[in-house]
C-alpha cells in the first residue's frame, strides 16, 4: 500500500517492518519476479515502484476463475433445485 502513493527506496520500505532489510529485500524480489513491483537502480538505491501490468494480470486471472466458479454453481443450484423438485413429487 505504501508503493501505491510513491516510489520507495527498499532501505525506506524496511523502516516501516518488524524485519531485517534484507527480508524485505527477499520479499521485493519476489514481488518484482512475479510482475508486481518494478525495480530501478539510481546511484546506489534501489527504487521501488508498483508496476500496474501485473495486477492487471492477476485481475484477469481472478475474473477468469469468478466465471469458471459462478457457472459451476449454477450447474450445481440448477441440479439441486430438480432434486428438490423430484423429491416432492414422490
Known sequence: MMLSKERLTINALAGN??????AVSKHIKVLHSTGFVSIE??????YCTLNEE????LQNWIHYFDRFWNKKL?????????????KRKK
Request: hydrophobic fraction near 30%.
Open 17 to 22: 517492518f518488524d524485519m531485517s532489510r534484507p
Open 41 to 46: 537502480d539510481i546511484g546506489r538505491e534501489r
Open 54 to 57: 501485473g495486477f492487471n494480470q
Open 74 to 86: 449454477k450447474k450445481l443450484e440448477v441440479l439441486m433445485n430438480q432434486h428438490t423438485k423430484t
